[in-house]
């Protein structure tokens, strides 16, 4: 099992909707989460971190579900500008014992006109 | 402003020959860190530092080498390229490394080894 795994989708949303995506993660001793966001062959982008209570920012919803072992994305009212590939990142344990950050292989949103 | 800055953005490379991939980052970051995007694969770190005379190797450190002589720059050595290390490379930086602290990356290398 992936330490972190994504739908790559692609999401195809029209303009205006509410669109919603899952991360699982493997290590149930993760504490940190976060969502990216990454445009086209660019640099990610922190997001948003997403906390134990949930957390909303602006038009973003971020949940953790620790028995279930996933976090959520929920983009309400999207916009063109949403269209990116959305990366789900854990902190987990490496081979060498030290804590890392492990990155998803993105979910691929594309906002509809 | 505050930036991590990587060059080249583009670089085409033979077999062999050996290429550096530089980093530097402004905002006094004890952290930074190396990873290739490969499709499919996600980002993977290459090697990271803690701070300066510090490297560890990360989840795939074979056929790269880093050095981290002053807090800003911390570049990537290929020492003899293979076509496997084609990939989209990315710097990465933080102030101390713990895993809830936001990464700063740079806008990355495009590398193709022929």
């Known amino acids: 099992r992936k330490e972190v795994e994504q739908d790559p989708g692609p999401f195809n949303v029209p303009e205006g909707a509410t669109v919603a995506f899952n991360c699982t993660y493997s290590?149930?001793?993760?504490?940190?989460f976060f969502w990216y966001r990454q445009d086209c062959r660019k640099e990610p982008k922190l997001l948003m971190s997403?906390?134990?209570s949930g957390n909303e920012d602006g038009r973003f919803t971020a949940q953790l579900n620790r028995a279930s072992q996933y976090i959520s994305l929920l983009i309400r009212d999207s916009k063109l500008s949403d269209s990116a590939t959305y990366l789900c990142v854990v902190n987990s344990i490496s081979n060498f014992g030290n804590e890392k950050l492990t990155f998803g292989t993105g979910t691929r949103l594309t906002i509809i006109p | 402003e505050a930036q991590v800055t990587q060059n080249p953005r583009y670089l085409i490379t033979v077999t062999g020959k050996k290429l550096t991939v530089t980093c530097s980052q402004n905002m006094n970051h004890e952290y930074m860190s190396w990873y290739r995007q490969d499709p499919g694969l996600g980002l993977r770190q290459i090697y990271y530092s803690m701070n300066v005379e510090v490297t560890d190797k990360g989840d795939v450190p074979e056929g790269y080498k880093v050095s981290r002589k002053e807090k800003r720059n911390f570049p990537l050595i290929l020492e003899s390229p293979s076509p496997n290390q084609t990939s989209l490379y990315f710097c990465?930086?933080?102030?101390?490394?713990?895993?809830?602290?936001?990464?700063?990356f740079g806008s990355g290398t495009q590398l193709s080894v022929l």
């Open positions: 290590n149930s001793a993760s504490q940190s």
């Open positions: 997403v906390y134990s």
């Open positions: 990465a930086s933080s102030f101390s490394g713990t895993a809830n602290e936001k990464l700063f």
